[in-house]
């Protein structure tokens, strides 16, 4: 059963910055089987990226995934007051599927 | 536009059982692979069981047994049945619509089930 862990937990930053965020999985996931959602509150999870790269209908482009393997990330090119939410990386490669435990995105 | 539409949650004793359901429209429902995710604060999101369009489904071992994920394609509905509900079973649930792969490109709104004496 693959664990995915995020970083960092909270990450604080300002309007117009670059937002970084990890997925590292505790094994290969399979095809680059890997999605990233969003999440706001009271709200259900949104579909941002699958197949680790690839957005969702949708989604702005200043979104965007990366990675293979163990190691994927969400990056965020310029960050507006929407975007400070929760975030969680979710892996359906090798059943059962699972999540990360989220990033939260945080206005510093 | 794609909706899922959930309920049918509530508040349940230890031990009970309870269905729910999730009414889907905007899409060709019997085309689709569905499934339930819930999320609760102290585990995050759970995969909780999923159906394909061909029928067969799919649980985790931690929910085999327990629940059983159905779907009736004449009313475009999908149904979880979950029995010897306990506290740890309190979340909110989600009903969720695979893309091409199985990864969740649509959710419901969510449906709180509460497992409580």
């Known amino acids: 059963e693959i664990v995915l862990t995020q970083s960092p937990g909270t990450l604080s930053l300002s309007p117009g910055e670059r937002a970084t965020l990890s997925c590292r999985a505790s094994?290969?996931?399979?095809?680059?089987?890997l999605a990233w959602y969003q999440q706001k509150p009271g709200q259900a999870p949104r579909l941002l990226i699958y197949g680790a790269s690839s957005r969702a209908t949708g989604i702005p482009d200043r979104f965007s995934g990366s990675g293979s393997g163990t190691d994927f990330t969400l990056t965020i090119s310029r960050l507006e007051p929407e975007d400070f939410a929760l975030y969680y990386c979710?892996?359906?490669?090798?059943?059962?599927?699972?999540f990360g435990q989220g990033t939260k995105l945080e206005i510093k | 536009e794609v909706q899922l539409l959930e309920s049918g949650g509530g508040l349940v004793q230890p031990g009970g059982s309870l269905r729910f359901s999730c009414e889907a429209s905007g899409f060709t429902f019997n085309t689709y692979a569905l499934g339930w995710v819930r999320q609760t604060p102290a585990k995050g999101l759970e995969w909780v069981s999923a159906?394909?369009?061909?029928?067969?489904?799919h649980y985790p071992d931690s929910m085999r047994g327990r629940v059983t994920i159905s779907r009736d394609n004449s009313k475009n509905i999908l149904y979880l049945q979950m029995n010897s509900l306990r506290a740890e079973d309190t979340a909110v649930y989600y009903c969720t619509r695979e893309g091409p792969s199985p990864f969740f490109d649509y959710w419901g709104q969510g449906i709180l089930v509460t497992v409580s004496s």
């Open positions: 979710h892996q359906y490669g090798s059943p059962p599927h699972a």
């Open positions: 159906i394909g369009a061909d029928g067969n489904t």
């Open positions: 094994q290969s996931v399979r095809n680059s089987f």
